[in-house]
């Protein structure tokens, strides 16, 4: 089927009958990221959610936003007329930005009035608003809410906008082996549909295919496939659409995460990797986590889903400032701003060198011990950490130039991001999607 202009190609099943979410194909070849689980795997999509420890601020200033890798489908927001960056450019007309997420394959970011805009691949709805301009998918665009935004988040095909108010709208679709889910039961979201307003929501995450909602007063909501155990709420013969009565509406509809045995739990933050949740709570800093562990990338010694919330002790010790993960592997940000690494070794993705093993417990980037880090990010095998001096650092498959290194080659320790369009400036945080990196920056300091 031909791939229309600013439309991804939806890929079929693979050899093992594992369907894939929407990808534009890598530029170069790559074996396979699919181990023996029988699980839906993107090899090239996947979403990462930009943190931060609550209560849900703006950055200390707006700034300016800059993107680098594929933009096949819009999601670098630097017009039709270019396919890719290989360093950092300069996205125009975007200024004042206090809150940026790159989807799979489009990007969502904040004013600093509040307003929301995105723009990239608008398959299943996931920028919120109508593309049928042509062109249109190419530029950063406001959608309609009803009020101001404080926090976004966005998914393979889903996005989401947690509003002043407490309210999250979200738009688009999640996805499962079966192919679309729909947001609701009701199907695809072209628009921001009012998700959540029963408890005041302080902090969201979007995973590939999963969203999850912080209350105010600790608990944890997710909806979403909960195939590999995301959503921490479905038990594993009731994962999937057609293993439960119940029916595609329990999955989609946002209910109350609760751990077994039955624990009064209360928790200030969490964060979202492709297939895995990961939740502090908040009296001693214990990480609960659930979801996918194939490579260990949950800190759990088996390499089971987890489809409950379970501790995991090898987080135990520090205190945790942010989690993010990409499909295998998982970056950690402790309250020193060092940055520590778990889950798959290959292209790089952990920082730990050519020869490195996969990390079963949260290890210490060595080229990064001497720097205080204030953002991580992770794309599908990718990593980034930014430092306090607004410095940022990639590592990982080099592959869609998503690195910014200037070349597609894998980089397997940490390497410093250069450019003309950072000279003078500093890198405030970094996030990730399938084939594109974006950054929020300001001037910098002298």
Same mark, same amino acid.
């Given at each position: 089927m031909p791939v229309r202009k600013g439309t991804a190609k939806r890929r079929g099943t693979s050899g093992n009958s594992v369907p894939l979410p929407a990808i534009v194909p890598p530029k170069k070849s790559r074996k396979s990221e699919n181990n023996t689980s029988s699980i839906r795997l993107s090899t090239s999509r996947?979403?990462?959610?930009? %943190?931060?420890? /609550?209560?849900?601020?703006?950055?200390?200033?707006?700034? %300016?936003? /800059?993107?680098?890798?594929? $933009?096949?489908? $819009?999601?670098?927001?630097?017009?039709?007329?270019?396919?890719?960056?290989?360093?950092?450019? /300069?996205?125009?007309?975007?200024?004042?930005?206090?809150?940026?997420?790159?989807?799979?394959?489009?990007?969502?970011?904040?004013?600093?009035?509040?307003?929301? &805009?995105?723009? $990239?691949?608008?398959?299943?709805?996931? /920028?919120?608003?109508?593309?049928?301009?042509?062109?249109?998918?190419?530029?950063?665009?406001?959608?309609?809410?009803?009020?101001?935004?404080?926090?976004?988040?966005?998914?393979?095909?889903?996005?989401?906008?947690? &509003?002043?108010?407490?309210? %999250?709208?979200?738009?688009?679709?999640?996805?499962?082996?079966h192919g679309t889910m729909g947001l609701t039961k009701d199907g695809i979201q072209n628009k921001p549909l009012e998700l959540f307003s029963r408890n005041k929501v302080t902090k969201i995450a979007s995973g590939i295919d999963h969203l999850v909602m912080l209350t105010e007063d600790g608990q944890l909501f997710t909806c979403g496939c909960g195939e590999q155990g995301q959503l921490g709420r479905v038990p594993e013969r009731g994962a999937g659409r057609g293993d439960s009565r119940r029916g595609i509406g329990y999955l989609l509809e946002p209910a109350l995460v609760k751990l077994h045995p039955r624990v009064k739990v209360e928790f200030d933050d969490v964060w979202a990797a492709g297939y895995s949740t990961y939740a502090r709570e908040k009296n001693q800093g214990h990480i609960y986590v659930f979801g996918l562990n194939n490579y260990n990338q949950l800190g759990l010694p088996d390499q089971n889903s987890q489809y409950q919330p379970r501790l995991s002790e090898s987080f135990s010790g520090r205190r945790w400032s942010k989690i993010c993960g990409g499909q295998h592997h998982t970056l950690a940000l402790d309250s020193e701003g060092t940055v520590h690494v778990l889950g798959r070794k290959e292209y790089g993705r952990l920082g730990l060198g050519k020869d490195c093993e996969d990390a079963k417990v949260p290890t210490v980037v060595p080229l990064l011990k001497n720097f205080k880090c204030v953002d991580v990010a992770c794309g599908t095998a990718v990593s980034f950490a930014v430092t306090n001096k607004g410095e940022l650092y990639s590592w990982g498959m080099g592959t869609n130039c998503q690195l910014g290194s200037g070349d597609d080659a894998d980089l397997y320790e940490p390497a410093l991001v250069q450019g003309k369009q950072l000279e003078g400036r500093s890198v405030l945080r970094a996030t990730a999607g399938g084939q594109h990196t974006v950054v929020i920056a300001i001037p910098a300091r002298l």
């Open positions: 996947v979403s990462t959610t930009r %943190v931060s420890i /609550l209560p849900v601020q703006p950055t200390t200033a707006p700034g %300016v936003v /800059l993107a680098f890798g594929q $933009g096949d489908v $819009g999601q670098l927001g630097l017009g039709s007329d270019v396919m890719e960056r290989s360093r950092p450019a /300069l996205i125009p007309n975007l200024d004042n930005v206090t809150d940026v997420c790159a989807g799979g394959m489009h990007t969502i970011c904040i004013s600093s009035s509040g307003a929301v &805009l995105t723009f $990239g691949c608008n398959d299943d709805g996931a /920028l919120g608003r109508d593309t049928s301009e042509e062109g249109s998918e190419f530029k950063p665009i406001p959608v309609v809410l009803p009020d101001k935004a404080v926090q976004v988040s966005a998914g393979d095909s889903h996005s989401a906008a947690l &509003l002043e108010d407490g309210r %999250v709208f979200a738009w688009g679709s999640f996805r499962d082996i």
